[in-house]
């Protein structure tokens, strides 16, 4: 059940981002008089799942489920009708029409993803606010494993700035250490500037962002239902002070002496509850878990939003978002990193959708993917909306339209590098599936 769910979220996720993003290219089309002749959800190569024609424009759902399309009437695109480019121009064709609405027709999708963002961004702080944990004032300081040893630093460190700039919330340090080139920290009451290698990035990149984290005084926010620390009597606002008669200060202590009990076994817990000590029965499960939910309610600082200040922090956050998309660029070309090796596919895309229902995550992700949909199709490579907004600058500045030999070619160059994209992100699914199993 929780497959279908992680499948159903993407699917749902893409087809609402590729309907509207294909709107957007349709509206100022039919807005300037062009025609459009298919609106496609999915391609249709060979056949169509479903496909409906009304007034000029033929609606369809296709088979093979990587994008979809509008083809609008004398435009060299993706399928590659040259057969009606030799006919002479009609005045309801795209290539008769001015190159400014041509240029306002093809950045309609990446116009449409980025507002759509910037819509979500703005309802979900105005709706749920802001709710972080700071990067530069964590009350315990960080928490790593090896990798983040690797890069130099240690538990208890607290990061202050990234590149000279603060660090303002944690969940954005992962990215950002990951992208910068030094971290000032403050160990000990001393300020530390610790230079971030390439070799380092590349094992944070093997091992993912869960190389940071951050200390927890061990509060229970909540234990797991049927668990032994529920029937135990373990409650939520219970302090973890001991375990077996020895102390615990962070959550990750209280986890690392988890991990020296078989499973089955009987444990004494002690906890502080309202001042008063109690030590505690808890049966751990096979997994050796005791089923305790820390609690970071001492950690976590919300910022709220009114209606009209929400509007300008969406904005700001669609506007990082991209930021941060283009930054990534940085590393996955670098041979060093080999961050490319990384790049997920739609098998790794599902991966990361959660296993529940979860409409916060929905829309958020939804907004980032947008996003994301607006930066690479404004790529300048032709067979995007980003080769052809080239062609139209070069026009409007140049005064004269490319040959349609280039464009035909320049489809096609372009078309085969986004196929040779896609080979390698699908190959790195497919390789990591593969190594799960080999490991």
């Known amino acids: ?170 969940s954005d340090a992962s990215l950002d250490i990951l992208l910068g080139d030094e971290i000032t920290v403050d160990r000990d009451g001393k300020t530390l500037t610790i230079p971030i290698a390439d070799e380092g990035k590349k094992d944070l990149l093997s091992r993912g962002r869960g190389f940071l984290s951050y200390r927890m005084r061990p509060f229970v926010d909540r234990t797991e239902k049927g668990s032994g620390a529920e029937e135990a009597g373990i409650e939520s606002g219970d302090l973890i002070t001991a375990v077996n008669g020895k102390s615990v200060t962070y959550f990750s202590e209280f986890l690392r002496l988890m991990e020296e009990f078989d499973a089955r076994e009987k444990i004494a817990i002690s906890v502080d509850r309202n001042g008063a000590s109690k030590t505690l029965e808890v049966v751990l499960s096979d997994e050796k878990k005791a089923g305790i939910y820390p609690s970071i309610s001492d950690l976590r600082v919300t910022d709220s939003y009114s209606f009209l200040a929400s509007i300008p922090a969406g904005f700001n956050r669609t506007i990082k978002v991209l930021t941060d998309q283009v930054r990534q660029f940085k590393i996955i070309f670098n041979r060093k990193t080999e961050g490319y090796k990384q790049v997920k596919g739609p098998i790794g895309i599902v991966e990361m959708m959660p296993a529940s229902w979860d409409w916060t995550f929905f829309w958020g992700f939804l907004a980032m993917f947008s996003v994301w949909l607006a930066f690479v199709n404004l790529l300048p490579i032709p067979a995007l909306d980003g080769g052809h907004v080239m062609f139209l600058l070069y026009e409007i500045i140049s005064g004269r339209p490319p040959s349609e030999k280039v464009l035909e070619r320049g489809q096609i160059i372009g078309f085969i590098i986004v196929v040779g994209l896609m080979a390698v992100i699908f190959g790195n699914d497919i390789w990591n599936i593969i190594k799960r199993f080999i490991e």
């Open 1 to 170: 059940m929780g497959l279908l769910i992680q499948i159903l979220t993407f699917v749902l996720i893409i087809s609402i981002l590729v309907i509207l993003h294909e709107f957007g290219h349709y509206l100022p089309a039919k807005w300037f008089k062009t025609r459009v002749e298919k609106f496609y959800l999915f391609f249709d190569w060979k056949f169509s799942l479903y496909k409906k024609k009304i007034g000029e424009t033929e609606w369809g759902i296709g088979w093979l489920p990587l994008g979809g399309y509008v083809k609008i009437a004398g435009m060299i695109d993706e399928s590659m009708d040259t057969e009606q480019m030799k006919q002479e121009p009609q005045p309801w064709e795209f290539r008769s029409k001015p190159a400014w609405q041509r240029l306002i027709i093809m950045l309609g999708g990446v116009t449409v993803n980025f507002l759509l963002a910037w819509v979500i961004y703005s309802g979900l702080l105005f709706s749920n606010g802001d709710t972080y944990i700071p990067a530069d004032s964590l009350k315990y300081g960080i928490l790593v494993d090896s990798v983040g040893q690797k890069l130099g630093l240690e538990n208890g460190d607290k990061i202050l700035y990234i590149d000279g700039k603060k660090s303002t919330k944690f």
